[in-house]
């Protein structure tokens, strides 16, 4: 496996703003949590949010596409569940009473994935949905980040799985982002990155959440 880069903290969390407000966690895409997500969790952090960043590759990262896919297929989700079940719990103990989830590509299919035991208010995935064996219901409203241009599995299209959360009655907000590719806001990925898209879904995802986890 090449091009692997250390990162700080491994295998822990980083978090962003006080204790007790209101929990986003960030879940990173299959590249690993890159530099690009520290500016991106003091933003949303800067909108008065407990924000936390789990490290699902215990301390490795990369820019490169094919060793990105070896870290991913090796990940163990039940593990990067349980990671995000601690980190919820332990916000709760502090007095967290709202939490938000945020995830990239692999992130927003762990994001998607969470949601469905019932401890999120909100959730946001980035170019990311799930498969039909993966399905089931998501009981908070959902927001949705899609480049224009990606390819997906068959029953992961975005239309089959926005018209499974609309039969389950989920409230979903879909946007897609017009000459973009996925991965387009991972500021680490300098192929593929889109600045403008990449604001535009920030600035949605801070109203999305202001929405949702308000107390």
């Not at 590249?31 to 500016?39: A, E, Q």
């Not at 590759?57 to 990105?68: I, L, P, R």
């Not at 989700?77 to 919820?88: F, H, N, P, Q, T």
């Not at 992961?156 to 946007?175: C, K, N, Y």
Request: glycine share 8%; hydrophobic share 45%; charged share 20%.
């Amino acid at each position: 496996m090449a091009e692997l880069v250390p990162i700080p903290s491994p295998g822990l969390p980083l978090y962003y703003g006080l204790p007790g407000a209101p929990l986003v966690v960030v879940a990173h895409d299959w590249y690993g949590r890159l530099p690009w997500l520290d500016p991106f969790a003091d933003a949303l952090s800067s909108q008065g949010y407990r924000v936390a960043v789990p490290d699902f590759y215990d301390g490795v990262c990369t820019v490169d596409a094919a060793s990105a896919a070896e870290l991913r297929d090796g990940l163990d989700y039940a593990r990067a569940l349980s990671i995000m079940d601690e980190l919820v719990a332990e916000a709760k103990s502090e007095g967290s009473t709202k939490v938000g989830l945020v995830g990239f590509s692999m992130g927003g299919q762990l994001a998607l994935l969470h949601a469905q035991g019932g401890e999120a208010d909100a959730v946001v995935a980035y170019y990311a949905t799930l498969g039909v064996e993966e399905d089931s219901i998501i009981p908070c409203p959902v927001l949705m980040h899609l480049a224009e241009n990606d390819e997906w599995s068959h029953g992961a299209e975005p239309d089959s799985f926005v018209a499974r959360l609309e039969d389950h009655g989920t409230p979903v907000t879909v946007f897609t982002y017009l000459g973009t590719e996925h991965s387009f806001a991972n500021a680490s990925a300098p192929a593929t990155v889109d600045t403008r898209a990449a604001a535009l879904a920030f600035a949605r995802t801070a109203s999305f959440l202001a929405r949702h986890l308000a107390e």
